[in-house]
């Protein structure tokens, strides 16, 4: 359904439909995965495979609004998107997200072996089409397993240096597999209103506000000593591990407050959603500033 | 015959895509390069 006529579009709707802010997290992810991984890559050929991971992620996010454009319509806080918008024609978003998602698994092919294209073409696809066309309508734990494709960043950026996937780079997806459904959560929670009128079972609409902060609470509790895993694999040093348990005690005190929080109130969700934000980030540049084997090239 | 605002933009997007074409071109051919020039 596209809401307007579309004559000819701008370039600056054709970015807003890679999603910059859900690259700029990937890209991130991706570079610290990449830093943190024992081992070297050439300058030139990490900044393309940087590049392929940006344009991967970017595609995935134009095939997800190609899909949801109906909804997106409906929802307060994508109505704007370029689609709804009027501003890009449906079928046109399509084969942008298509084409992107060929020239990103090629790229990264190229520059980075084909570990990483691989595990990169699996997420795109696994994000596409798990996640948008299956799971997201279907089930409230949407978010959790479709929350997988989001996870593989790091895994592709350690595959781009050492070739393989080992289990401090399985550490690095499940810390972000479990970071997933608490940061969409509470999102959900003070959106709940948005997702009921278009019809997509988030927790919060299906079980509740009180079963979605118990599980909320349980999913950070699990990720406290996936955080800190990366110390005990020597990843890490004994500052990112004083880091991460910080960082991760102070999730779980987020979670407790949302937890005490009224139903009726989401002060402390917002506040939650803004703290897994920065927990993410800050975990990650962590993970490089004291890491065992970060090399700056 | 007058530019309209459809021409310019249209204009525009092809600038951009032939800009992203010869980027895309430049970057296969330097990571060819330099596979090469790594390579044991």
């Known amino acids: 359904m596209d809401t307007a006529p579309v004559t000819e579009t701008k370039i600056a709707d054709h970015i807003a439909l890679l999603k910059p802010r859900v690259m700029s997290l990937v890209v991130f992810s991706g570079l610290c995965g990449m830093l943190a991984a024992p081992g070297h890559i050439n300058p030139f050929l990490g900044a393309v495979a940087l590049l392929a991971l940006a344009i991967g992620a970017g595609a995935a996010g134009a095939i997800n609004m190609w899909y949801d454009r109906d909804i997106d319509a409906v929802m307060k806080r994508t109505r704007n998107r370029p689609i709804p918008a009027g501003l890009v024609n449906s079928s046109e978003a399509l084969g942008f997200g298509v084409v992107l998602s060929i020239v990103a698994v090629m790229l990264m092919a190229l520059a980075a072996g084909w570990v990483a294209a691989a595990i990169l073409a699996f997420a795109n696809l696994f994000y596409s089409i798990v996640y948008t066309m299956w799971l997201k309508r279907r089930t409230p734990q949407n978010i959790v397993i479709g929350g997988a494709a989001g996870a593989f960043p790091p895994m592709i950026g350690w595959a781009a240096v050492t070739g393989g996937v080992d289990a401090a780079s399985i550490v690095l997806f499940l810390l972000i597999f479990f970071w997933t459904p608490p940061h969409f959560w509470a999102l959900a929670l003070f959106s709940s209103d948005d997702y009921r009128l278009a019809n997509i079972p988030m927790l919060p609409v299906i079980k509740g506000p009180r079963e979605t902060k118990r599980q909320m609470l349980a999913y950070t509790i699990v990720l406290f000593p996936l955080a800190v895993a990366p110390y005990y694999l020597g990843v890490g040093g004994v500052g990112y591990l004083i880091a991460s348990a910080v960082l991760g005690l102070l999730f779980i005190l987020s979670a407790l407050r949302v937890m005490k929080e009224p139903d009726g109130q989401t002060r402390a969700a917002r506040q939650m959603f803004g703290y897994s934000v920065f927990y993410l980030f800050a975990i990650f540049a962590a993970l490089v500033a004291d890491g065992t084997y970060v090399t700056f090239f | ?40």
């Open chain 2, 1 to 40: 015959m007058p530019q309209s605002e459809l021409h310019d933009r249209r204009k525009t997007k092809n600038w951009v895509l032939m800009g992203a074409l010869v980027a895309f071109i430049t970057i296969v051919f330097a990571v060819t390069i330099i596979k090469m020039a790594v390579a044991p």
